[in-house]
């Protein structure tokens, strides 16, 4: 079973930047695909930003030019670089981790004061 663990979220003001990062209990290597996803009170989780084990990356239209998924491989270590943000970009953000199933992490707020 998959561990995953976020952090990196905040109180920031629109237009600011935030880095969220999800590190995994296992070689990142292992797994298929790391996700970011984002669930607004009332609303369906949505996708914001994937990437898989062989590097190809999908963004949610309304996140296009300002997110940027990455990894660092040594620290089994999936981050959110957030630039841009809007107050609409408040929620709370998951890490997801697909291997032979879906493993979720406990969120992280992201908060975006106008």
């Known amino acids: 079973q998959v561990q995953l663990v976020e952090s990196g979220g905040g109180l920031v003001q629109a237009g600011g930047s935030l880095r969220l990062s999800c590190t995994t209990s296992?070689?990142?290597?292992?797994?298929?695909?790391m996700a970011w996803y984002r669930q607004a009170t009332g609303k369906q989780r949505e996708m914001v930003a994937s990437?898989?084990?062989?590097?190809?990356?999908n963004y949610a239209d309304s996140v296009k030019g300002r997110f940027t998924i990455s990894r660092d491989n040594a620290k089994n270590t999936v981050y959110l670089q957030m630039h841009s943000l809007k107050p609409e970009d408040t929620t709370v953000y998951y890490c997801?981790?697909?291997?032979?199933?879906?493993?979720w992490g406990r969120g992280t707020q992201v908060t975006v004061s106008s």
């Open positions: 296992e070689s990142i290597f292992s797994i298929t695909v």
């Open positions: 997801k981790a697909r291997k032979f199933g879906d493993y």
């Open positions: 990437l898989t084990g062989g590097g190809s990356t």
